[in-house]
């Protein structure tokens, strides 16, 4: 895949398919909450392997059953990327339906 910046009306047309997602001080963010702490830690480890697999790592944080997301691509002097995206949508698809 190809990792480039994306200007702001891609970004802005890629969230019309992101429910949830909003570009926050720069970074494509979202907060997810899970049903419990396990919930939350399963979905990181899952989301984990992805990253690591496309070596591309998301700036996050846990609180008990919430994760905090802020997505980024500091080789790209810190632009929202085609590879933020794609880490995005690999995180929708692997949380549970709620
Ligand atoms: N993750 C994120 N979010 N942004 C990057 O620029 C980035 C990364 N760069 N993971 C990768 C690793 C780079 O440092 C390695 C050398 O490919």
């Known amino acids: 895949m190809e990792r480039r910046a994306l200007n702001t009306a891609e970004v802005q047309t890629a969230l019309?398919?992101?429910?949830?997602?909003?570009?926050?001080?720069?970074?494509l963010s979202k907060l997810f909450r899970f049903q419990s702490f396990a919930a939350a830690?399963?979905?990181?480890?899952?989301?984990?392997?992805?990253a690591d697999k496309i070596d591309h790592h998301?700036?996050?944080?846990?609180?008990?059953?919430?994760v905090q997301v802020n997505?980024?691509?500091?080789?790209?002097?810190?632009?929202?990327?085609?590879?933020?995206?794609a880490l995005a949508r690999k995180m929708d698809e692997l949380a549970p339906v709620d």
Not at 41 to 50: C, D, E, L, P, Q
Request: glycine share 6%; net charge negative; no cysteine.
């Open 58 to 66: 998301p700036e996050w944080s846990n609180v008990y059953s919430r």
């Open 41 to 50: 830690m399963g979905w990181m480890v899952s989301v984990a392997i992805y």
């Open 16 to 27: 019309a398919d992101l429910p949830g997602w909003e570009v926050v001080d720069g970074k």
């Open 71 to 85: 997505l980024v691509t500091h080789d790209l002097d810190n632009a929202i990327s085609t590879f933020d995206l």
